[in-house]
C-alpha cells in the first residue's frame, strides 16, 4: 500500500473517499474471528481519521501476536496450557526456544536487573517507562539473529541426510508476552507504552489495575486498585493503540484485587461492595487521617503511631456496608429477621454493582432507620479509601475487564487451587469461552503449599479449568542466581575441576548448543557476511583455521 498524497485532502471529496476506504480496510479486519470476543467502543472511522497518510506496513510483533493466539487458542480447545518463565537474556531465550512456547518478560526482573536507569530496585514500577520495551526489543533482536543464524547454517546441507545430522531445527521466533505494569501514568501514557511494545516485538502484554502511583509487586502489601471503569480505559486505550498500529496484540487483562486494601476512588458503584467504612458514630469528628497527622505533627514515633492507628480501627469498627446491615439487623427486634436479610441480599450482592446510595436507601426502608456508615473518615493518610478484595471482588472486575482483553488474570496470594476453580468458574458463568492466565509465582512456598505429587499435577489440572497460559514470573532469575551460587562455591575449592566437570561435561552430554559458544554467538553467520560482501572469501574470518572451537568438533 502506497502513502497517501496529502495535497488530495484539500478536496473534500478525496478525502471522505480516503477515510470511508480506510476505515472499510479496518472494518474487513475486524469481521476476522480472531476479534468475535473483542468489545470496542470506538468504530472503524474513529480508527481511520487517526491512522495518518502513511502506508500500513504489518509489524513483526503482529505476526507473533497472532502465533501467540494460535498457541493459546490450541492449548485452550485442548485443555492444555502454554507454559513458560520469565526470561532475562539472549542465553534464556534460545535456551527456552526449544522446549516452550511462549516466552515472558517480567517487569520485576526488569526492575531488579535491567532498568534503562541503571539503578537496581524493587518491583514498583519506578523504573523509566521504556524499561521493559527495551528489554523486550533485546530479546526479539536475539531471537531475529538466531533464527537468521539458523537458517544460514542449515542452508550449507547438500542432501538430506546432512540436513538430518543438523537435527530438528529450532523455531526461535517463540511469541514474547510482556509486562506493561499499570501503564506508568494516564491513558496517554498507556498509549505510548503499547506503541513501544508493538515496535519492539511483543506479541502480547499484559496490564493490572492498581494505581500507577502506588504500584506494587503482587506479592507485597499495600496495594491499592483503581476504579473499574479506570482500567477498563486502560485495557480500551490498549486495544485502540493497537488497532491504529494495524496490531494483532493479544492483551492479558490481570486484577490485584484479590489480596487489594486499598482503593484511589469510590466513583464507581461496582467497588461500593467492597469498600470499608466506620460503623462507630464516635469517629464522626475524627477522621483517621486527620487523626494521625496531628500525631506526627506532635512528634510521635514509628511505633506509637502504629499504636495509634490500632485503636483509631477498633474504637471505628470497620466493615462494609452491607456487613454493617447484617449486624444491625442481629441485633435488633424485628421477628422477620431472615426475611429481610433476603430481600437486602437479593439486590445487593459482590456482582450486582448496587451503589452505597442504592444500599443505604434499601437498608432504610427494611430497617426503618439509618445505620451510621462512613468510609470517608477511613480514608487513610495517602487520601485512598480502605477496601477488602477478594476472589469474588477479582471475578467482578475480571468480567468487567473480559470485554476488551483476550485472556483475564487473578494475581492471588497463594497457589490455592479451589479459588482458581471459584475464580475460573466465576469468569466462564458469564465469559464461557474466556481464557485465563495464572502465575506460578516463587513468591510461593510451594515447598509447604502442597505436596510433590500435586506440584507435578497443578499446572495440569489447572489448565483443565481454562488456564491455557501459565508463568513462573522470576524463574530467570532464580535459575540464573542458583547455577551461579553453586559454580562460584565449586570454583573457588576446586578450580577448573568444577568448571571442566560440572559446566563444559554436563553441556556436552545435555547437548546444550552454548558449549560452542563463538557458534552460538553467531560468528559463523558473520563470517558468511564477510565473505558474501567480499566476494567469497575473507581473511579475517572469526571461524577460519586457529580457532580453538574446533576442539568440540565431535560436540553439537
Not at 502504629?306 to 446491615?325: G, M, N, P, T, V
Request: charged residues 25%; aromatic residues 10%; hydrophobic residues 40%.
Amino acid at each position: 500500500m502506497a502513502n497517501i498524497d496529502v495535497s488530495k485532502f484539500s478536496d473534500f471529496n478525496l478525502l471522505q473517499k480516503e477515510i470511508n476506504g480506510q476505515a472499510a480496510e479496518v472494518e474487513k479486519w475486524w469481521s476476522h474471528p480472531r476479534w468475535a470476543q473483542t468489545k470496542r467502543t470506538y468504530t472503524a472511522r474513529d480508527i481511520a481519521v487517526r491512522s495518518g497518510t502513511f502506508a500500513k506496513t504489518e509489524f513483526p510483533s503482529s505476526v507473533q501476536a497472532r502465533k501467540l493466539y494460535a498457541v493459546l487458542q490450541k492449548h485452550h480447545k485442548q485443555g492444555t496450557t502454554a507454559r513458560t518463565f520469565g526470561a532475562l537474556d539472549p542465553v534464556h531465550v534460545t535456551q527456552m526456544a526449544k522446549y516452550l512456547d511462549t516466552i515472558y518478560v517480567s517487569g520485576w526482573q526488569c526492575s531488579s536487573t535491567s532498568s534503562t536507569s541503571n539503578e537496581p530496585g524493587p518491583d514498583l514500577a519506578d523504573y523509566p517507562m521504556d524499561t521493559v520495551p527495551n528489554k523486550t526489543e533485546h530479546l526479539f533482536k536475539a531471537q531475529q539473529f538466531h533464527d537468521r543464524k539458523q537458517l544460514e547454517a542449515r542452508s550449507h546441507a547438500t542432501n538430506q541426510k546432512e540436513l538430518d545430522a543438523l537435527g530438528e531445527p529450532v523455531d526461535y521466533m517463540t511469541p514474547i508476552v510482556a509486562d506493561a505494569d499499570a501503564g506508568h501514568g494516564g491513558l496517554t501514557a498507556v498509549f505510548k507504552l503499547t506503541k513501544m511494545f508493538i515496535e519492539r516485538g511483543a506479541a502480547g502484554i499484559h496490564m493490572e489495575d492498581q494505581t500507577s502511583t502506588n504500584k506494587k509487586c503482587g506479592h507485597m502489601a499495600g496495594r491499592c486498585v483503581v476504579p473499574v471503569q479506570e482500567h477498563v480505559n486502560r485495557l480500551n486505550t490498549i486495544r485502540m493503540c493497537a488497532d491504529i498500529m494495524r496490531s494483532d496484540l493479544v492483551i492479558v487483562a490481570r486484577t490485584d484485587s484479590e489480596a487489594a486494601t486499598l482503593l484511589s476512588s469510590s466513583i464507581d458503584p461496582r467497588d461500593h461492595y467492597y469498600i470499608v467504612g466506620a460503623t462507630n458514630p464516635a469517629v464522626a469528628e475524627e477522621p483517621f487521617a486527620e487523626v494521625m497527622n496531628a500525631a506526627v505533627l506532635q512528634g510521635c514515633s514509628g511505633a506509637e503511631l502504629q499504636q495509634l492507628e490500632q485503636q483509631w480501627i477498633e474504637k471505628a469498627d470497620l466493615k462494609l456496608f452491607h456487613e454493617a446491615f447484617r449486624d444491625e439487623v442481629q441485633k435488633s427486634s424485628l421477628p422477620n429477621k431472615k426475611e429481610i436479610l433476603s430481600k437486602f441480599y437479593a439486590k445487593v450482592g459482590p456482582y450486582t454493582g448496587t451503589s452505597i446510595r442504592e444500599q443505604r436507601r434499601l437498608a432504610r426502608e427494611l430497617l426503618g432507620h439509618d445505620i451510621f456508615f462512613d468510609w470517608d473518615v477511613a480514608r487513610v493518610r495517602e487520601g485512598l479509601y480502605r477496601y477488602k478484595g477478594g476472589t469474588k471482588c477479582a471475578v467482578m472486575r475480571a468480567r468487567a475487564f473480559a470485554p476488551f482483553a483476550d485472556l483475564v488474570w487473578m494475581e492471588s496470594n497463594y497457589p490455592d487451587y479451589e479459588q482458581a476453580v471459584e475464580f475460573a468458574e466465576g469468569v466462564r458463568a458469564e465469559f464461557p469461552g474466556k481464557m485465563l492466565a495464572y502465575n506460578l509465582s516463587p513468591s510461593f512456598n510451594w515447598t509447604t503449599a502442597m505436596s510433590v505429587q500435586e506440584q507435578g499435577t497443578f499446572i495440569e489440572r489447572l489448565g483443565r479449568l481454562g488456564y491455557c497460559w501459565q508463568f513462573i514470573t522470576l524463574a530467570g532469575l532464580h535459575t540464573t542466581a542458583l547455577a551461579v551460587s553453586n559454580f562460584s562455591k565449586d570454583y573457588a575449592k576446586r578450580g577448573m575441576e568444577a568448571y571442566a566437570q560440572d559446566i563444559q561435561k554436563m553441556e556436552m552430554e545435555t547437548g546444550v548448543d552454548v558449549l560452542k559458544h563463538q557458534q552460538w554467538s553467531g560468528a559463523n553467520y558473520v563470517d558468511s557476511l564477510l565473505k558474501l560482501a567480499q566476494g567469497g572469501l575473507a581473511s579475517t574470518a572469526a571461524m577460519g583455521k586457529g580457532v580453538t572451537e574446533d576442539q568440540f568438533k565431535s560436540h553439537l
